[in-house]
Nanobody, 130 residues
């Protein structure tokens, strides 16, 4: 039931940059809020960033604020995550997710939760070496 496909992960040195892309496999996500989550081995899946349907509002976890940027190009039905100044603690599998709403939970002042998203990709590995 994979609905999204992530790409762009890889191995990068600390301080380096990476850009992740997320594209649909089966449907149009241009009217949906989108998010990025990540999961390190043995840990819970955690919120990274989210964006509303037209890109007017973006939201970030405190741990990535100022370093990561989420964006979207609805003409291409694609969502991006620009990761700058990467740290070893950013190492994780990064997942793209779609929510059946124009706005993410953060828009309403709610904590972002993985179960608030309806569609997921299989993830792309980001490894940051020290």
């Amino acid at each position: 039931q994979v609905q999204l496909v992530e790409s762009g992960g890889g191995l990068v040195q600390a301080g380096g940059s990476l850009r992740l892309s997320c594209t649909p496999s089966t449907r149009d996500f241009t009217a949906y809020a989108m998010g990025w989550f990540r999961q390190a081995p043995g840990l819970e899946r955690e919120f990274v960033a989210s964006i509303d349907w037209n890109g007017g509002s973006t939201y970030y976890a405190d741990s990535v604020k100022g370093r990561f940027t989420i964006s979207r190009d609805n003409a291409k039905n694609t969502v991006f995550l620009q990761l700058n100044n990467l740290k070893p603690e950013d190492t994780a599998v990064y997942f793209c997710a779609g929510r059946r709403s124009y706005y993410p939970g953060s828009y309403y002042g709610n904590q972002e939760r993985a179960h608030d998203y309806d569609y997921w990709g299989q993830g792309t590995q980001v490894t940051v070496s020290s």
